[in-house]
């Protein structure tokens, strides 16, 4: 791959975009293989992700702004569908995603932020949708996911004034989980990673669906959601064990995934 590298450490991957003269900017290209990574990962012996971008001035500043200008309707169409198609994939990816967000998040880097479980950021983080000063909208899903996570004003403020936060307001509004220095950044996600992929996988995945879905959805039918994702847990080595390990007084010999 070009502009992706995957690294995994026992049970936690790490993915990074790594496409610095662009400050990490998506591209079709890097669209593509961000797609091809997700796909080629073992859910079998992965258990959490991180995803991060390469170098110290940027997660991902954007959507390719030298790529799109250039884009007919129809190609302007099809670039959006390929990103959201991947955005979305790594939000109902089974497993949680992290992402680890090292500087510039702007536009699509914001976006792809949000399409993953968690965020933490590093000190020097920017959060915006620059996009109407560009003369688009956001297209990676920024109009919604931003409004559901920080609330319809202070969304709309972002959006349709172009005014970027810096990471301890995103930790404030809510948009972060933790602001860290730059060299405890990937440190803090993997910690946290491990910390997930300690706890019995299966109830893990459950539970990211029970909370994505059940979000989407009446609190009637998202208490369904939940009962039904609650019993698939039942009959698993892992709830066994689980259980056993808390009657018999004794910590849990490691989740199996079973
Ligand atoms: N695209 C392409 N190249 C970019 C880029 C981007 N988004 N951001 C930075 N670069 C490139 C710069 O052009 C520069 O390249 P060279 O000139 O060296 O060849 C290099 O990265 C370094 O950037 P700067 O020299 O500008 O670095 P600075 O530190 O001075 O400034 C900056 C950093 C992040 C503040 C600045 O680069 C900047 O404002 N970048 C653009 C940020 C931005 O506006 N991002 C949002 C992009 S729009 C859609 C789907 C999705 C989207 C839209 C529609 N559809 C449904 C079709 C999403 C849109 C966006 O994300």
Redesign the pocket.
Known sequence: MDFITYEQEGFVGVITINRP???N??NSGVLDELNSCLDAIDLETTRALILTGAGE??FV????????ST?TKAE??A??KK??DVFRKLETFPIPVIAAVNG?A????C?IAMSCDIRICSDNALFGQ??V??G?????GGTQRLARLIGAGKAKEMIYACANVKADEAKALGLVNAVYTQEELLPAAKKLAGKIAKNAPIAVRACKKAINDGLDAPMDEAIVIEEKLFGSCFETEDQREGMGAFLEKRKVEGFKNR
């Open positions: 003269k662009a400050l900017a998506l001035k940027s500043a954007g959507a390719d702004i030298a790529e799109m884009l302007g169409e670039f959006g990103g959201n510039f702007l536009g699509g880097g976006e620059p996009e000063g560009l688009i909208t956001p297209g990676f």
